[in-house]
């Protein structure tokens, strides 16, 4: 049975944060998104990507759920230059590991993994076409 729609994309990404400050800091500031939306007195902070939301909750005080609050999120990003991305995120302490082609929504293309500073993964994907 097929469903009554089409997938176009990622939306959203909701992040239970312990460090909101800290996450907005790292997504903004690292991965240049930029702050849409302030909800709920600051408890949520919706955070502008491209086409999609990454949504950073505020869960101070409250118990954590089960696991991890989040596997990883991918982010696309063009141009996917290794050595400038490397440059870039070592500046803010952070080692990013060797490029691998993987496969992706646009296609297989190259990306690496990192976290943010509350170890969540993060991919970031560059285009279709085979490693720079």
């Known amino acids: 049975m097929s469903t009554p729609f089409t ?3 990622l939306d959203h990404v909701v992040i ?3 460090d909101i400050a800290a996450l907005e800091r790292f997504y903004v500031e690292v991965l240049g998104c930029t702050v849409e939306k302030r909800q709920l ?3 949520l902070v919706q955070l502008r990507a491209g086409a999609s ?7 101070t005080g409250e118990a954590p759920p089960e696991g991890r609050n989040m596997d990883h999120l991918c982010l696309a ?8 991305i490397a440059a870039h995120l070592a500046r803010f302490g952070i080692d990013a590991g060797e490029p691998v082609s993987r496969y992706g929504a646009e296609g297989e293309g190259p990306s690496l993994y990192l976290a943010d ?7 970031l994907k560059g285009p279709p076409g085979g490693m720079p």
Do not use: Y
Request: glycine content about 12%; aromatic content about 6%; cysteine-free.
């Open 7 to 9: 997938l176009r994309g």
């Open 41 to 43: 007195e600051g408890r």
């Open 77 to 84: 990003v063009a141009p996917f230059d290794p050595a400038a």
């Open 117 to 123: 500073p509350e170890g969540n993964g993060i991919e």
């Open 16 to 18: 239970r944060a312990r």
């Open 53 to 59: 939301l990454i949504d950073l909750w505020d869960a």
